[in-house]
């Protein structure tokens, strides 16, 4: 590339022009020579690496660094070399269009920016490209001071960076091309990415319920900015139409978002779900900021574990992010007809009747092992209902946890068609 000098002020003019002799502190110094190339003693700004490029990764930020070069570490055009130092930075494994800023860093020795009356008040300036691109902000050129190191950043334009092999070029000493030398020691690309995630599950056509404490269980029941809230969920097992009855299900809705705003393109979100314990599972996928699928309930009464994977893509299919979340899901046998029961029903309910797969294993598993093993409450009428005989076994332990309701209610309710 051929680069060409910008003289972008009022201010630069007059350097060119020699009115300047000293800066404001009365600053000078002579022009370079090969003496000034920094001592191979002295340390550096960034440890040596075997390799050239180094990445690293956050959340929504990622760094790529270049610090071996042929044309870095080496002080130019004093030692050798000419007015161009140029090398590469290598970007990889992000979707350039997700970027929403980006800056360069360059690590440099000895910028003369303010000279004296050195080279005729033609101080140093060095301009700064990255793919054929000048950079001028926040400062139009390298900026720094005599025999030390300095690091300089520059704001790129998100659209110059390129998946691959970023061109990076400094053009020494613009306006004299006699004078001034300077070394780059490495530089470094940092870009912030738009975060496009996974921010809102919704449980729909489940079971209202409630907490422990009496307080409903609302959508959604997991947010990414709550990351405590996994709440648990509800289903039947069965639905019912008239007299018949089919295998129940709730469907799952996702919302995305992206931070801080969305791109011009919409992400596909691959899914999959699997309950723990059983063979049911499934997969699929849509493209837009949200969208729903249907989880089919196994057919035993049951306490179970929802697995939620989603894994998102850009408008290229570059996968993007990846997110997972676990829910409590009670699988009872039909809708409960009790208004939002709380999760300490539930508990007892599906550990009671457990494994239930028809009405019949409903009833049994509830008698004998349900109530009379697990409550440790004996009773002589062994129908739902029946009234509780003291000489056989511990009423409270079961009455307390289900806060004044009868079994029947509670079983009928829950399990029972």
Not at 82 to 87: C, M
Not at 201 to 216: R, S, V
Not at 274 to 299: A, L, N, R, Y
Request: glycine fraction near 6%.
């Amino acid at each position: 590339m051929s680069v060409v000098p910008i003289l972008a002020s009022a201010a630069e003019a007059d350097i060119t022009q020699g009115k300047y002799s000293e800066d404001g502190n009365g600053i000078s110094c002579v022009v370079d020579s090969p003496e000034d190339a920094p001592p191979k003693d002295r340390p550096r700004l960034s440890s040596r690496t075997a390799s050239s490029q180094i990445a690293s990764t956050s959340e929504n930020v990622k760094t790529f660094r270049t610090d071996t070069a042929p044309e870095l570490d080496w002080y130019q055009p004093c030692n050798g070399g000419d007015n161009l130092i140029d090398f590469y930075i290598n970007v990889h494994d992000v979707d350039v269009s997700t970027i929403k800023s980006a800056t360069l860093t360059l690590a440099v020795w000895d910028v003369d920016y303010y000279c004296g009356g050195a080279c005729g008040g033609l101080c140093e300036r060095d301009a700064v490209y990255i793919n054929g691109h000048r950079l001028t902000t926040p400062e139009l050129y390298l900026t720094g001071a005599n025999n030390q190191w300095s690091t300089c950043t520059f704001n790129v334009e998100p659209e110059w960076i390129i998946e691959g092999d970023n061109y990076v070029e400094i053009d020494i000493d613009l306006l004299s091309r006699r004078c001034w030398c300077v070394e780059c020691d490495w530089g470094e690309l940092r870009l912030e990415l738009v975060d496009v995630k996974v921010v809102e599950i919704e449980a729909l056509e489940d079971i209202d319920i409630k907490d422990g404490a009496g307080n409903d269980i609302t959508d959604p029941i997991w947010k990414h900015d709550e990351p405590s809230k996994y709440d648990p969920i509800a289903d039947a097992m069965k639905n019912r139409f008239i007299f018949w009855t089919y295998p129940g299900s709730l469907k799952i809705k996702t919302t995305i978002d992206a931070f801080p705003t969305k791109p011009s393109w919409e992400p596909k979100c691959k899914y999959d779900w699997q309950i723990s314990g059983t063979d049911k599972h499934g997969t699929g996928e849509f493209t837009g900021w949200s969208g729903e699928f249907k989880v089919d309930m196994p057919q035993e009464v049951g306490k179970y574990t929802l697995t939620l994977a989603f894994t998102l893509y850009d408008d290229e299919n570059n996968e993007i992010k990846s997110q997972h979340m676990s829910h409590i899901l009670y699988v009872t046998y039909e809708n409960s007809k009790l208004p939002k029961p709380k999760t300490t029903w539930l508990d007892k309910a599906t550990d009671w009747a457990s494994g239930a797969a028809n009405p019949s294993e409903v009833g049994s598993y509830i008698d004998n092992p349900g109530i009379y093993t697990k409550s440790n409450w004996r009773y002589r009428d062994s129908r739902i209902g029946g009234l509780p005989n003291p000489n056989f076994g511990n009423w409270l332990q079961l009455f307390n946890p289900l806060q004044n309701v009868t079994i029947q209610q509670v079983f009928v309710g829950f399990l029972y068609p």
